[in-house]
């Protein structure tokens, strides 16, 4: 069974539309990572939620921990081709340096 | 500064035979971790060293499969012998020894693809 269930699995769009991609979970995580991943390259680190209900903005992208610690979403406002990718959430549980992910939105914007 | 290198990018092995993959962490960091995706799954954990020390190997599959980090930097994963179920694309993240699960910087990872 997979920790963190991310959806939707596919997202296409298109430019200056928004979207959400949500993370879910019935365990609690004491931090949540949200990384994108281009084709043929490893995940990077967009941010790092750590209190329930913090909210961090980072230009277009707005990422938001559940008040639970459970969950998290990822809202991108009016999407740009270049924002296509593969967007990943990832939790930590107990402070502890161990990352469960979840199975990754493929996002693509069309122009 | 570099980042987190993998060698090789893609690795193309025959069933039985062995394969040594090798991550370089970001100098200074004392966490490294293997993770992999294997087709249609998630980034699963693999193991965790401190430096030199294996903090937790809680997600290696079985033991055919061996990592070492001698002297604290530089790590290896082996897999001996590879099996069709090992293929997939293993990655290398580290961290400095101050984070405590807030993130982890990734290699571009190995594809290994076993026939």
């Known amino acids: 069974t997979q920790l963190l269930e991310q959806s939707p699995q596919f997202l296409s769009i298109q430019e200056g539309e928004n979207l959400t991609v949500y993370c879910n979970s019935s365990s609690v995580f004491s931090s949540l990572q949200w990384y994108r991943q281009e084709p043929g390259e490893g995940p990077v680190l967009l941010v790092t939620?750590?209190?329930?209900?913090e909210v961090k903005k980072l230009k277009r992208l707005t990422f938001q921990f559940g008040d639970a610690r459970k969950d998290s979403s990822l809202h991108i406002t009016a999407a740009q081709p270049g924002d296509t990718g593969l967007y990943l959430c990832?939790?930590?549980?107990?402070?502890?340096?161990?990352?469960?992910f979840g199975s990754g939105t493929k996002l693509n914007v069309k122009p | 500064e570099a980042g987190v290198t993998q060698f090789p990018s893609h690795s193309v092995i025959e069933k039985g035979q062995t394969v040594t993959l090798r991550c370089d962490p970001i100098?200074?960091?004392?966490?490294l971790y293997w993770y992999r995706r294997v087709m249609g799954k998630e980034i699963k954990f693999l193991l965790h060293f401190v430096k030199e020390s294996k903090q937790d190997e809680s997600g290696m599959p079985n033991n055919r499969f061996l990592a070492e980090r001698t002297g604290g930097t530089y790590s290896t994963l082996k897999v001996q012998p590879a099996e069709l179920e090992d293929s997939g694309v293993y990655f290398c993240?580290?961290?400095?020894?101050?984070?405590?699960?807030?993130?982890?910087?990734f290699g571009q990872g190995t594809r290994l693809t076993v026939v």
């Open positions: 990832a939790g930590a549980r107990n402070n502890f340096n161990k990352f469960y």
């Open positions: 939620v750590v209190t329930g209900g």
């Open positions: 100098s200074g960091h004392d966490n």
């Open positions: 993240a580290s961290s400095p020894r101050s984070s405590r699960g807030t993130e982890a910087f």
